[in-house]
């Protein structure tokens, strides 16, 4: 049943003011426009703009004009009517020839557009760099802490954070732990990406893989074995896009917790979110075995700026920073202070709703490429992903797109040798590349 137009009003009013409350949404924030909400919560913009004037009436947020709506008023310390909780925005490649080539290719693609940052931002900040690291020595944890709520829905001490240089390196200091605690094997989804069984190959870890399916991790398939690490990525498998189902879920906390597993959880695909609800992470789960969190920030900041940042149980948090204090230098590298700024800075909501708003209209593309442009005999496409996987037989592989825009893949669910499957990483293409792309096929289907 639709909600009364009334309910939508409240429900988005409760949101704001709590992200206000909870400190969420800072004095100087910029609100998304008018616009961007209207789509975003899908209604009509004069309800939007009815709500903007409650808030700004209630003295929360305030209009500039020409810019948008401002929050103006910090973390709020009186008694409201509208004081609620905040809902919480809730491969194993064909042969070694192709993998190299299908990574290579990849890589590239990812490589095109390495910062994504605002212009006028990394202008205002290059003009300030002097006075900004007198005043910032070292890195803000709360704008981490910040970042994490608004786009995951997860509140973290900042005890348990850790910001690193990059995502190898936060795959190599979860290695060199588990190697210090005593566990030399580890369970990787199959596929994953190369880049991670490599590294654990490398710190001579006994692999163990476990297939994947349209539902993600075969749980059932898991090894009756103990004090060993799961590394896995729920929310959104790479590179087949699947979700592990909630069912399969549930008995992946049992069969660890009875078996003293520590997982890894691989959230570096979860597509950022804000006041919508998304698949929560495991981490917020872990009364019954220990969730070590891992993210990146790439879908931000590019690949320039891909920092990344584990997020950690209580009873690992002193093992891992004395590891880390001992690995790494206390001095933070220059990017992470134009990082630190920017997650603090008022561009960031706007800049949210921008990234969303690409990726939805990337998306619709990409569907209509899946669902009308190929004839494809299976999908596994979230709405909220950023890339997505398909299978087609041989004959219709369109070979010109092979490693431009499809990249093979081989699940193990694969039945017939007939079939191909590819991954389509949609984001990592511009809107007139998707538009072309979609232009170009549309001849073969026709056929």
Known sequence: MARSKGLVKEELINNIISMIIHGTLNEGDFLP???????????????????????ESMGYIQGIERSGYIVVKKAYLGTSDYEL??????????????????????????????????????????????????????????????????????????????????????LGLIALFLQEHHKKKIILE?????????????????????????????????PDITDVALLCMPTLQYPTATRLSEDRKQRLYRWAAKRRIIIIEDDSYAMLGFGKNISPPLYLCQKQTPVIYLTQLIEVLGSTYNLAIITLPPMLVEPFRRLNQALHSNYPPASFSIIDYFLSSSYLMKYLTTLVEERQAKTQIAKIICTERLPTHSINFQEN???CSFSLSKSNTPKEFVNTAFFPITP????TSDERYFL???????LSELEKLSRQLLPALAT
């Open 85 to 170: 909780p905040l809902n919480p925005p809730t491969a194993q490649m064909i042969s070694t020839d192709e993998e190299e080539s299908t990574q290579q290719h990849l890589t590239k693609l990812y490589q095109r557009k390495p910062c994504k940052l605002p212009a006028q931002f990394i202008k205002r900040w290059a003009s300030n760099y002097d006075n900004f690291l007198q005043q910032n020595p070292s890195f803000n944890l709360y704008s981490l802490q910040r970042f994490l709520k608004l786009s995951r829905g997860i509140t973290v001490d900042e005890k348990s954070l850790l910001l690193l240089s990059g995502y190898q390196e936060s």
């Open 385 to 387: 992903g950023g890339f």
């Open 190 to 222: 199959d596929p994953c990406s190369p880049k991670i069984k490599e590294l654990f190959a490398q710190f001579q870890f006994d692999i163990i893989s476990v297939a994947t399916d349209s539902d993600g991790l075969l749980v059932d398939q898991l």
């Open 424 to 430: 389509f990483p949609h984001t990592l293409m511009s």
């Open 33 to 55: 426009s008018i616009r961007s909400m209207s789509t975003f919560y899908n209604i009509s913009r004069g309800t939007v703009l009815v709500v903007y004037k409650h808030l």
């Open 412 to 415: 193990q669910w694969v039945e």
